[in-house]
């Protein structure tokens, strides 16, 4: 399948971000359309990278409006004016829907202020109308000034300086709504709160044995409700895209129904406030609680959540992206030649990519299109391989079919935590043992690792065990760090008297390693001869052939929220510097990307060797930032970075260095990072990874049948794992050339080229490789979702 890296030709020389300059360029910024948490951080990257290449930034505030009305809505921005907004939802400059934008005099108007100011590249940040406007603007851009000149407004001079116009556009809008990228900025911040509502409602459902009727936002796309379900386990959801067959009312009471009567205290079910029928008539979230009411006689209630999806803190994921979005954009910017049309720049998979503006939002109108006509199927198709995966994917998870229509394979395959606890474990066996069933297969859970496993600590478990379990943190069946090793021959015993024919394994770099041995066994215990998979999780992030584990969302999320109150409680206390302390073992993922997300002005890392000159440039760097407005510093250290410039150090020597300048505090988060409930992302990527593994494992075993085959081939032993586009199932023994097994992490690490970009962004010169960067790619090869809305 290949090595998942991107199509595009490498150029021979790696090419740097020193090669690009902005001087003399003015980038103007403004944000469009509805806000969606994440587009403070794009302004702030946009900001940030535009004067750290030398280019003049400006706020447009109040969206195009500003842009008509020029005057004090067009202001230059200075380092500072972007500080301490990370955190901050919605967009400090301003949004507003603009009338006078979509008349040519309106546009003339924009045109003037612009050239006045000397902008000719634009950074919008918004939904398709927004860059559909952007696009018409720079089409028009040479005839406007044309017309300016003729009316003495402006030079010829002027005219031939600012001859055309730069575009690049960046998604922001919670609905994930839009064709081309996987995620649009804000779409994750929104799921995490209809995810908290969920959580907090199903406590109370439980207690009465309610019915809830949840209406999410997403008009025309139901992006939102579908993976809210996934995450949660609803009963039932209603989307635009795929509207409910004739007779949908019975269908849905009989599901509910059943459900009761497996012991079920409560029903979910997720609307779209879009949602309609197969004749295009709306359906509404108090139409079907009348429904439930008089059909069933449930107590059932509706909440409506509204705009609590657009509000709150963005998460860590949507910072992430929306920095590495507002960088890509500036880069954008300044290799962009009048040639190139209007761009948005995106992700694929875990690939930042440039797309053409106007072919994008074709295609998203494309999908309302076949809605209004009734093409119900081609507007699923039209979304995106993942959003059909994850429609797909909910149907298997949600409806069992009655045991009699279900084919039966006689084969019985295990499913074993390995390692330390993960958020999103949980959602990874409830997909893997529902799968299994649907698929014929007789499920079986190991209880407590390898440990449990050679005791005999094995049971089946069926539909109805796993229910409710995507929301729970840590892990029901137990997991342990022991490795199978000394176990070996009992668990082949084990192996043999429940006659299991395939094992699914969720863990750390215990799993990753643990199924070395077991190959490395199979020939003295020839039970090892069975189909094995591994899916990484653990909140670390650094399992070798997976660019994300299950769990290390979670844990980032936690790390980032943390580091936002502790520099809250700095605002009081001027001068101050927080040292903080993360998990992770060696690798460093959690430091450096909860540095990035969190703003950080440093994060030290085993994977990038520092030493006493290092820190004390970092001090200095802190003692000259409390000359500014801005009087307090973040530092974040892997636990395992130093084997001598420990926590205690580090605090020690800044406190000694800082003295008079600044004070300084420490935090080690611990455990805090190893609980609570799954994010969004990872109950999500649990879910859907896991029930990938099991299709492998079911065509693995489907293809062995009757032969009583022994499974000895390398790729009989895979681990699936998501990199940079692609999902891939790699053999375990291929990736050991790929592993540090001293230090538990790969030998290369796709997030350390990241690295520069925190750095750039808290004002450190820093070297940063934009080789990958600069191809416009076809927007035919992605849906509205790739892979990485799978997870």
């Known amino acids: 399948m290949g090595d998942g890296s991107s199509s595009t030709p490498k150029t021979s020389f790696p090419k740097f971000l020193e090669h690009l300059s902005g001087a003399g360029k003015a980038i103007g910024v403004l944000t469009s359309g509805g806000d969606a948490q994440g587009m403070n951080a ?36 200075d380092w500072e004016s972007v500080s301490s907004i990370l955190q901050v939802g919605g967009t400090i400059i301003g949004s507003a829907r603009c009338k006078a934008f979509r008349t040519r005099e309106g546009r003339l108007k924009a045109a003037l202020n612009l050239v006045q100011l000397g902008i000719t590249n634009m950074c919008v940040i918004g939904g398709d109308g927004s860059l559909t406007g952007a696009n018409i603007f720079q089409e028009e851009w040479s005839g406007l000034l044309e017309e300016l000149a003729q009316n003495g407004k402006i030079s010829e001079e002027a005219v031939k300086m600012h001859g055309y116009l730069n575009v690049v556009g960046m998604v922001g809008s919670i609905d994930n709504d839009f064709c081309g990228t996987d995620m649009t900025i804000g779409t994750d911040s929104a799921l995490h709160r209809i995810i908290e509502v ?32 996934l995450a949660c386990g609803a009963d039932w959801v209603f989307l635009p895209e795929s509207p409910p067959e004739e007779g949908w009312e019975e269908n849905m009471c009989i599901k509910l129904s059943e459900n009761r009567a497996r012991k079920k205290r409560l029903n979910i079910i997720i609307v779209a406030e879009g949602a309609i029928d197969t004749q295009n008539k ?56 009048p040639e190139i049309p209007a761009c948005v720049v995106s992700l694929n998979g875990n690939h930042a990519v440039r797309l053409p503006l106007m072919e994008c939002v074709q295609m998203t109108q494309d999908v309302q299109k076949a809605m209004d006509g ?66 014929g297969h007789k499920m079986f859970a190991v209880y407590d690792g390898f440990d449990g496993f050679a005791k005999g600590h094995i049971k089946e478990i069926g539909w109805a065990d796993v229910g409710g379990w995507t929301g729970q943190g840590g892990s029901i069946l137990g997991t342990k760090r022991t490795l199978p090793g000394k176990y070996l021959e009992q668990i082949a015993e084990q192996i043999h008297v429940h006659n299991i024919n395939a094992l699914l394994i969720i863990g750390g770099f215990e799993a990753f390693h643990s199924v070395f041995m077991m190959a490395q066994a199979r020939d003295s215990h020839e039970e090892f001869c069975i189909p094995m998979c591994v899916l990484a999780a653990t ?134 990072q190893q609980g609570g409930a799954p994010s969004p992302f990872d109950r999500n990527f649990g879910t859907k990874i896991s029930a990938r593994a099991m299709e492998w494992i079911t065509t693995k075993l489907k293809g062995s049948q009757g032969k009583a085959k022994k499974f000895v081939t390398n790729d009989s032993i895979c681990l699936l794992g998501i990199r940079k586009r692609n999902l891939l199932f790699q053999p375990v023994t291929e990736l050991k050339k790929e592993t540090d097994f001293e230090h538990r992490i790969p030998k290369e690490q796709w997030w350390l080229k990241l690295r520069p970009l925190m750095k750039i962004l808290a004002k450190y010169k820093a070297s940063y490789d934009v080789s990958d960067a600069g191809q416009l790619e076809p927007v035919h090869q992605h849906g509205t979702q790739g892979e990485l809305a799978d997870i």
């Not at 206390?573 to 950080?600: D, H, P, Q, S, W």
């Open 539 to 672: 909140l670390s992030n650094n399992v070798p052939g997976a660019d994300f584990s299950i769990g290390c969302d979670t844990s980032l999320n936690v790390v980032v929220e943390t580091c936002d109150r502790i520099k809250q409680s700095a605002s009081g206390t001027k001068r101050r510097v927080f040292i903080i302390e993360t998990m992770g073992g060696y690798c460093g993922y959690l430091a450096n990307m909860g540095g990035l997300a969190a703003g950080a002005d440093a994060a030290y890392i085993f994977e990038e060797p520092f030493d006493i000159r290092d820190l004390q440039s970092n001090v200095e760097h802190l003692t000259e930032k409390m000359k500014t407005t801005i009087q307090r510093g973040l530092v974040l250290r892997n636990e395992s970075c130093s084997e001598n410039y420990t926590t205690d150090f580090i605090y020690q020597l800044y406190s000694e260095e800082g003295k008079g300048v600044f004070d300084c505090r420490k935090n080690v988060l611990g455990h805090m």
């Open 42 to 77: 794009a302004v702030r990257a946009v900001v940030r990278m535009g004067i750290y290449t030398g280019a003049k930034v400006y706020f447009i505030y109040e969206g195009y409006q500003g842009m008509v009305d020029g005057g004090s809505n067009i202001v230059e921005a």
């Open 198 to 229: 969920i959580d907090a409602i199903m406590t109370t459902a439980q207690s009465h044995q309610r019915t809830f009727v949840l209406e999410v936002m997403g008009r025309h796309c139901g992006y939102l409700a579908l993976v809210s379900a």
């Open 374 to 439: 009734g093409r119900f199927k081609d507007a699923v198709k039209l979304r995106g391989r993942s959003f059909e995966g994850n429609l797909k994917t909910y149907k298997r998870l949600a409806i069992k079919l009655p045991d009699d229509q279900i084919p039966k394979s006689n084969c019985n395959v295990a499913v074993i935590n390995v390692g330390a606890p993960a958020a999103g474990m949980n959602a990874a066996v409830r997909s893997a043992v529902r799968v299994g069933i649907a698929e």
């Open 282 to 337: 709306p359906i509404t979230s108090e139409k079907i609680k009348e429904l439930v009411v008089t059909q069933l006689g449930y107590d059932t209630r509706v909440t409506i959540l509204g705009h609590v999806q657009r509000g709150g803190t963005p998460s860590a994921f949507d910072r992430i992206l929306a920095s590495r979005m507002g960088v890509e954009a500036v880069i954008a910017l300044l290799e962009a030649t």
